[in-house]
């Protein structure tokens, strides 16, 4: 499988690197809206092109797996792509994931290709736990956490704040909301009582730590429903300690069954990821995997997890997988 | 949809209860092997008929869910009614596996028929976890503990041992072993690492109870690789504590990502489940549904979970799905 990637951001470089865990791919392409010469990629052989070049090398790729940003990237993105290649993204904008499926749909089908969207774990592989837990327990409740890990959009939200020169936030649940859900006892959770906010805020010389603090916790729709700790660090422990991107979460079903619903069930999923991007990457290869093997097999237009059978994600054959992993 | 379940036994009781929790069922037959004037069962309208009357009910039937024994009955019953009916069953002889879908495969292809075997949670959700989490991170170890929970097995092993009236035994992850799995540690664990066995005994009045304790404990296969714990208890205590079929267990994967395999990734997915045949039930009832849809859209033969789709397990449309639990 020849694939290709659009940006070369986090993710582009988690594709890159997991590209090579996977031996029945390799990455031949890199696409950039900057200008290629100023981008050097870290594995040999692979070619650098201006995304305006795209079109020239159709026939050299299998999928392109389109790593942009879901609030104005993806949505222009995806379904133009999808009119001349398989393709796949992460777009995670929930709320629009309906109008996105039918754009990227229509160019698909039109063009006889294989698109896949909302791809990762949350969308992603969280959605699909969610999926199996309600059909194995249709009489039950959801539960998901997120964490602990990086929230980009509320680190940016941190480094807005004046007299901030650098900062992070870590999104944490809280272990005793953990705990109730795990012990079946289907709690009602605000949002306070479901995660906390962490932040490591390097402050620029003389400035008011107080004010950054209080404008931090204050800050509506990212801090003031949460119950946020504020952490001035020096820039030389910021760059010690923060410079990774983990992340990670939980998604609960809690139900019931029996002929008196007298017994409880809790299914539980996990994930600890020390790379967020590169679990991401790895996640959208699996799938890209998918859509390639469907557009072989003659089905085209803009498909989700849910979409998938799981045989088609791996390189194993239907033997192996039930010699080996049924 | 039809069901129609062969057997009377706990799994059939969990897929009877199971059917009233999914409106686009109805339970319409029980057949038995037994005399059906002796089988009462607990729904109104559902007819109990002799096995040996089926082929009459062949229009009136969707699905046949076979509730029968993995070591004699499954390997007969799946591919003889898969030549008449759509057949689910939750075949668990790992080693036979490949036997079982070939037999399956071809009766229910010859009659236009769907079946999937293997279903419920090992085999079954834990299969598929395993899958995506191979395929997710192709570099990495799997780790699969059961319990805590009740081995119909190693209770019946221990009923057998001379003067014991009554036995359970509950298998138990040792919770050290998870925790290395857990924090990423890759541990290589011998089997008396990763469980215990734990027993409860009513020995017959007058039985030498340290003769019991050493029969279980060196027992070769079942007990004698494990630290086993044996606890007398008398038939009130048994009664009362240890009535119920628990079970679950925890599946993890745990891989590396990244340019220099940096990153480690751990992915948990355990169960706890008051009952072990209600919950098996309800994952039977969902891959039940989807059969019927693959069956009508002229997808024949045997199926594992691995074939399934995700969207082909709910009642929700694909527009639903996609809106809510994406």
Chains 1, 2 share one sequence.
Not at 211 to 240: A, L, W
Not at 277 to 306: D, M
Request: aromatic content about 10%; proline content about 4%.
């Amino acid at each position: 499988m020849k694939i290709a990637i659009l940006g070369y951001g986090n993710l582009a470089k988690g594709v890159e690197s997991a590209v090579r865990q996977n031996k029945d791919m390799e990455l031949k392409y890199v696409f950039t809206r900057r200008d290629p010469a100023g981008v050097k990629v870290n594995t040999d052989g692979v070619i650098v092109k201006s995304v305006d070049e795209i079109l020239n090398y159709k026939q050299d790729i299998d999928v392109l797996v389109i790593c942009g940003g879901s609030a104005t990237d993806l949505p222009e993105m995806t379904p133009k792509y999808a009119k001349d290649f398989n393709v796949i993204d992460s777009f995670d904008t929930h709320a629009r994931i309906p109008e996105h499926f039918a754009n990227v749909d229509k160019a698909a089908k039109e063009n006889g290709h294989t698109a896949l969207i909302s791809c990762g774990w949350d969308p992603g592989m969280f959605s699909l736990l969610r999926l199996y837990g309600n059909a194995i327990l249709p009489e039950g409740q959801d539960y998901t956490f997120w964490g602990k890990g990086v929230s980009q959009g509320h680190s940016d939200a941190i480094r807005r704040v004046k007299g901030v020169k650098n900062g992070k936030q870590y999104t944490i649940p809280v272990q005793s909301a953990l705990e109730s859900v795990r012990n079946g006892e289907n709690p009602t959770l605000t949002t306070r009582q479901k995660h906390t906010r962490e932040c490591f805020v390097v402050a620029e010389e003389g400035a008011d730590l107080a004010q950054i603090e209080h404008d931090i916790k204050t800050m509506p729709n990212y801090f003031d429903e949460y119950d946020t700790t504020v952490h001035f660090i020096s820039e030389e422990e910021f760059n010690r300690d923060h410079k990774e991107i983990p992340h990670g979460g939980f998604v609960f079903r809690s139900g019931v069954t029996g002929f008196d619903k007298e017994h409880k069930h809790v299914i539980e999923y996990s994930l600890k990821l020390d790379s967020n991007p590169e679990f991401t990457a790895s996640v959208l290869l699996a799938y890209a995997r998918a859509i390639f093997r469907l557009n072989n097999e003659g089905v085209t237009g803009c498909k989700t997890v849910f979409d998938i059978a799981p045989a088609y994600l791996t390189p194993l054959s239907g033997e192996e997988i039930r010699a080996h992993l049924l």
